[in-house]
């Protein structure tokens, strides 16, 4: 299993861990349900998406039987992805204490996030449609002058 598989795998965990912890802490304090947004961003961006992500970097290339199109941005993305969500907690942490002056923080650590995801849609995107070798090869495998039953 490729290093950022794993590593996706397991930031699932931990966001797991410390988004639960956190709902475990608004259910026993009410006071701290202010803090849902970073509640719930913790397991929905953590623990579901990276999940997701780990399992997609696997599996996906095997299910098309190529490789990621681009490992060093499957890389780039673990990092990007995780201090994202670190600085988005953050900023969502602090709004309802803090007010208006999280914003900026809150808006570098949205940006991070949505870079994340596009390094993964852009990435994934490339994967299935595979090498534009393999993409050629097959064209010619299967010139228009075949009948239409035995295309794609
Ligand atoms: C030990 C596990 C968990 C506990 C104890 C917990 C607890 C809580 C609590 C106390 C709230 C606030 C409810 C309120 O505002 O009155 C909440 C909100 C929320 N939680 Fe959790 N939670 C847990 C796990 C999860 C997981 C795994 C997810 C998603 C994958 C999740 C998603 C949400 C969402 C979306 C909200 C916001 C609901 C809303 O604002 O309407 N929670 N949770
Ligand atoms: C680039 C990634 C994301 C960013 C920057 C982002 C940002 C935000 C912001 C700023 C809010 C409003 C919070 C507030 O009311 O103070 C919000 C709400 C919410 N987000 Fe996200 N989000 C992201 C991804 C996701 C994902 C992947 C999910 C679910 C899988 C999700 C689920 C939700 C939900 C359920 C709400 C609450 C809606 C409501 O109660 O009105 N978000 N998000």
Redesign the pocket.
């Known amino acids: 299993m490729d290093w950022f598989s794993k590593a996706f795998l397991k930031s699932s965990l931990a966001w797991f861990g410390i988004g639960t912890t956190l709902g475990a802490v608004m259910s026993t304090w009410p006071n701290a349900t202010m803090y849902r ?1 970073a509640h ?2 913790m397991n ?2 953590g623990f ?2 990276m999940m997701i992500f780990g399992v997609a970097y696997h599996v996906i290339p095997r299910f098309v039987g190529h490789p990621l199109h681009r490992r060093r941005l499957a890389e780039a993305h673990w990092w990007v992805a995780n201090i994202a969500l670190a600085i ?1 907690s953050t900023g969502f942490m602090l ?1 309802p204490t803090i007010g208006a002056r999280a914003f900026p923080v ?1 808006a570098v650590g ?1 940006t991070l ?2 870079v994340g ?1 596009y390094l993964f849609i852009y990435n994934i995107w490339r994967t299935l449609d595979g090498p534009k070798i393999l993409r050629r090869v097959q064209q010619q495998k299967q010139p228009s002058s075949l009948p239409l039953l035995q295309r794609d």
Do not use: P
Request: hydrophobic share 55%; net charge neutral.
């Open positions: 947004t719930f961003h929905l961006l579901v998406s988005l709004m809150q949205g996030s949505a995801a």
